[in-house]
C-alpha cells in the first residue's frame, strides 16, 4: 500500500472512504473466503480502472466510479475484484515464480505489485526481469476471468444486488471502446480483457438466478454525484456548467445528491455564496444528514469561519461521535481557534481508528508545530510520509527531531527505534522494486 500511495493519488477522505469500505466489506463478508481481510480504496485517476492488489487490497479509479449508472454495477468491479482475491488469482501468478533465483524472484514479485496499481509501469518491469515471457507471467487468463465472473456473479445475489449489472457494465464499456483507436480504451479491459463468449457465458448464467431489483443507496447517489464533481482531472468550468444545466431541466436521477455534488464543485471553486444555497437547500430537507452537516462545515472553514465551524461540529459531534470525518474537521478548528490539547486530542482518537490514513498524522504535525511542540511534530511528520509511501522523507523528519534541543532519553530512543525501522523498510523497498 506504500507503493500503491507513492505513485498513485489515493483518496483518505473519511467520507468517500466509509463508504467503498461499507460497500466492499458488505460484499467481502458474503464470499466464500469471509475471513480473509480486505481494504478497499478510492484512487483519484479519470482512467476506467481497479486492482486487486497482496493482502486483499483493493483499488477502485475514480474514473470507473463516474461511469457507473448504479450501485449494482459498481458493486459488479467490487465483487469480481474480491473474487480474484478469494480465489487466490495472485498468489497463484506468485507460485509460478517460485522455481526462479531469489533475486529475480523478489524483483518479479515487486513487479506482479506494481502491475496491479500500474500495469504500464509493472510490465515494463516484468520485461526488464524476463523478457518475452514476461506478458505471459502477469495477465489474468480466460480462466481466471471467467472464474471471476462466476463466483463475483453469486457474490452479488448472495448479498442481494442485481447480478445482471456484471455483464450489462462490463459489455457497455467493451461495446464503447469496439470502434477506438487503441489509445482510449479502458484499462480496466486491458487488464481484465472482455469477450463475448465471457459476457454470454455470463448471461446465460444470470437467466438462471431469480429476478432481483435494487434500490440505489442514499450513500452511493451522494458519493457518485461527490466523485463526478470534484475528481478525476475535472474541467471544473466545464462541470459547474453541466452540473448547472441539469439541475435546470432536471435531468437526474435524484435531486439532492445531484445538489450535494454541485455543492462540493462550487466549494472547489471558492463560490461559496452558490455553494451556500445548495447547503441550505440539502439541510432544509434532512437537517441531520451526516454529509450535509460536514459539507456545512467546510463551507465555514473554506471561508476561516473557524469559531462558528466549531459550534456546528460540537452539535454534530453529539449525533456522531465516531465520524472520521467530524474528528478531523474539529482537529482543525479547533487548531485554528488555538485550542491546541483539544485539538491534539480528538486527532489522536481518529488516528487510532485511522491508523493508516497520512491525513490524521499531518494535521497533529500542524497542531504540535501551532504548540511549539517542535520534536513531536517533526515525528509526526516521519509518520504522514511513512503512510504515504515516501519513507526518505520520513527518514529526514526523524533526524531533525532528533537533533532538537531538549529532547529527552525515552524520546531519543523512540525516536531512534522508528529511524531504524524506517531504515530497514527502505532497504527492503530497495531490493524488491530498486531505487
Avoid at 526488464?128 to 514476461?134: F, H, P, S, Y
Avoid at 442514499?218 to 458519493?223: E, I, P, T
Avoid at 465520524?323 to 474537521?329: H, P
Avoid at 529532547?407 to 524506517?422: A, D, G, M, W, Y
Amino acid at each position: 500500500m506504500r507503493q500503491v500511495r507513492g505513485s498513485l493519488s489515493v483518496m483518505d477522505d473519511p467520507e468517500m472512504q466509509a463508504y467503498v469500505r461499507e460497500l466492499g466489506l458488505s460484499l467481502a463478508s458474503n464470499s466464500d473466503r469471509p475471513e480473509l481481510r480486505f481494504n478497499f480504496f478510492l484512487v483519484d485517476n479519470p482512467v476506467i480502472n481497479a486492482f486487486a492488489g497482496p493482502g486483499g487490497n483493493i483499488g477502485i479509479h475514480s474514473g470507473l466510479v463516474s461511469i457507473t449508472q448504479s450501485e449494482s454495477e459498481l458493486a459488479s468491479v467490487f465483487a469480481h475484484e474480491i473474487s480474484h482475491v478469494t480465489q487466490r488469482h495472485l498468489p497463484r501468478a506468485f507460485e509460478r515464480q517460485s522455481q526462479l533465483s531469489t533475486p529475480t524472484l523478489a524483483a518479479m514479485i515487486g513487479a506482479l505489485i506494481l502491475t496491479a496499481a500500474n500495469p504500464e509501469a509493472g510490465q515494463a518491469a516484468l520485461l526488464a526481469v524476463q523478457g518475452g515471457r514476461a506478458q505471459a507471467q502477469i495477465d489474468f487468463t480466460r480462466v481466471n476471468e471467467q472464474e471471476a465472473d462466476r463466483v463475483g456473479i453469486d457474490l452479488l445475489t448472495r448479498t442481494g444486488f442485481n447480478p445482471r449489472a456484471m455483464p450489462n457494465f462490463f459489455g457497455r464499456m467493451a461495446e464503447a471502446s469496439k470502434f477506438s483507436r487503441g489509445n482510449d480504451i479502458p484499462e480496466f479491459l486491458l487488464t481484465h480483457p472482455v469477450t463475448r463468449s465471457r459476457i454470454s457465458e455470463s448471461l446465460t448464467r444470470i437467466e438462471k438466478l431469480p429476478h432481483l431489483e435494487y434500490q440505489d443507496s442514499l450513500g452511493y447517489s451522494h458519493f457518485a454525484a461527490r466523485v463526478r464533481a470534484t475528481l478525476g482531472g475535472r474541467d471544473s468550468n466545464q462541470v459547474l456548467l453541466r452540473f448547472a444545466s441539469q439541475l435546470k431541466s432536471g435531468d437526474f436521477k435524484d435531486e439532492a445528491a445531484h445538489r450535494y455534488g454541485y455543492a462540493y464543485a462550487l466549494l472547489a471553486e471558492r463560490q461559496y455564496s452558490s455553494a451556500e444555497q445548495q447547503s441550505q437547500w440539502l439541510l432544509k430537507k434532512a437537517p441531520h444528514y451526516l454529509p450535509y452537516q460536514t459539507l456545512k462545515i467546510r463551507l465555514l472553514s473554506a471561508q476561516k469561519q473557524y469559531q462558528q465551524a466549531e459550534i456546528v461540529i460540537n452539535e454534530s459531534l453529539k449525533l456522531f461521535p465516531s465520524s472520521g470525518s467530524l474528528q478531523l474537521l474539529a482537529g482543525e478548528a479547533l487548531m485554528f481557534n488555538g485550542k491546541f490539547e483539544q485539538a491534539a486530542t480528538i486527532v489522536e482518537a481518529y488516528i487510532q481508528s485511522y491508523y493508516s490514513d497520512p491525513n490524521g498524522y499531518r494535521l497533529q504535525s500542524r497542531i504540535a508545530a501551532q504548540a511549539s511542540q517542535t520534536i513531536l511534530a517533526y515525528q509526526m511528520e516521519a509518520e504522514h510520509h511513512y503512510w504515504a509511501g515516501d519513507l526518505r522523507h520520513g527518514i529526514q523528519a526523524l533526524r531533525e527531531a532528533a537533533r532538537q534541543d531538549g529532547v529527552n532519553f525515552i524520546t531519543l530512543s523512540k525516536i531512534e527505534n522508528r529511524l531504524r525501522f524506517f531504515q530497514s523498510e527502505l532497504a527492503a523497498e530497495r531490493q524488491i522494486f530498486g531505487g
